[in-house]
């Protein structure tokens, strides 16, 4: 089994802050939340899923209870980590310090987790607000460790990642030879766009239902109308925790305007489903719930190129996080070996460092 999102937390920030540029240091030393944009609202009873009931020191998202209850409880051979609030760094409003601490993370990461447990690997942090210095930093950072296998961009940003400016970003992942990864995160925080497509919600159960959803649906269109996947063909992204049960109304609704609207899009000679399913993959974290209706909901993804576009994802250790036993159970049995194992050891390649027969 791979798990494609298993989220670690800050939770020693006088470490953390070890690995900072002295200059930039004090200042965040001086700053509770490390300066990274606030959620406007919260889950009224905590983002992880046990966050009341927690041993001192021993925080979710903690190495040790990684390793216990994300990869031995259910016998994971890789998990990829994935910043927790950390992700939301591209939204701070300066360029600067967002620099400085998408690098002191990203060799945080490597030093405190990936030595740490050989099952895991890593996602490059990025400023993505400044995508020439984030591409430095890819390069920068992958050139460290091998064992980093994607750069991690949230679904939160001042414009969908398709639009022209954030293409080093997408030019550095290629030559370094690592995927995307777009996760749904920061919608309407810090510099970034309000999420929904209407303006800010006023509670959480609209952005998990709604804004959650809609980022990650602008991504997905933009980053196919621009035609990043033509610019880079071995570039492929990963979209998670945006949902599922959408894509195959969206790819519909697009196929049948890429007729009709060639001419503005001249570059895109296939069309956009086709793209998508040599270049997209998506989370199972959330799978929708159908009220008894899985069967349909199995029929429409699998006319939008399900089981090869699913990749399991656990969402450890947050509150609606998906416990693989009953992924596996509520999957199709035909689907099982590819969307727990396959399609992510496809998706990542040599990097994940599998053995295979």
């Not at 980022?215 to 990963?238: A, D, Y």
């Not at 899009?265 to 974290?285: A, G, Y």
């Not at 049995?333 to 460092?353: C, I, P, Q, S, T």
Request: proline share 6%; with cysteine.
């Amino acid at each position: 089994m791979i798990d494609c999102d298993i989220h670690h937390v800050i939770a020693d920030q006088a470490d953390f802050l070890s690995y900072m540029d002295p200059a930039q240091r004090e200042w965040f030393q001086t700053r509770g939340d490390l300066g990274l944009p606030g959620y406007p609202w919260s889950h009224p009873f905590g983002f992880a899923n046990d966050e009341g009931l927690l041993e001192p020191g021993y925080a979710p998202g903690a190495l040790e209870r990684i390793s216990r209850e994300a990869l031995d409880a259910y016998g994971a051979d890789v998990g990829i980590l994935h910043a927790n609030d950390a992700s939301t760094v591209s939204l701070m409003a300066s360029p600067y310090r967002a620099a400085a601490f998408a690098r002191a993370h990203n060799d945080w990461v490597r030093e405190q987790w990936l030595d740490g447990e050989p099952r895991l690997r890593g996602s490059i942090l990025c400023p993505a607000q400044d995508p020439l210095a984030a591409a430095r930093e890819i390069q920068r950072a992958a050139a460290t460790d091998d064992r980093f296998v994607e750069v991690l961009l949230c679904a939160g940003s001042e414009r969908p990642y398709g639009e022209p400016r954030y293409l080093p970003i997408f030019e550095a992942a290629a030559e370094c030879g690592l995927q995307v990864a777009i996760h749904t995160s920061g919608e309407g925080m810090g510099i970034a766009a309000p999420g929904g497509g209407a303006g800010a919600h006023t509670f959480y159960i609209e952005w998990h239902t709604v804004g959650s959803a809609t980022s990650v649906m602008s991504h997905l269109v933009s980053l196919i109308c621009n035609g990043i996947f033509e610019r880079l063909p071995t570039l492929k992204v990963m979209l998670l925790e945006g949902g599922v049960a959408w894509l195959p109304g969206l790819l519909w609704r697009l196929d049948t305007n890429w007729r009709g609207l060639r001419a503005e899009v001249p570059w895109l000679e296939r069309r956009p489903s086709e793209i998508m399913r040599d270049h997209v993959r998506f989370s199972t974290q959330p799978l929708e719930h159908t009220d008894g209706h899985d069967s349909l909901l199995f029929e429409m993804l699998e006319a939008a190129g399900a089981p090869d576009i699913l990749c399991f994802a656990s969402d450890y250790p947050h509150w609606d996080w998906d416990d693989p036993k009953f992924v596996i159970n509520r999957l199709p049995k035909a689907w099982r070996a590819k969307v727990m194992h396959e399609n992510a050891a496809a998706f990542y390649g040599d990097k994940l460092g599998l053995v295979t027969a």
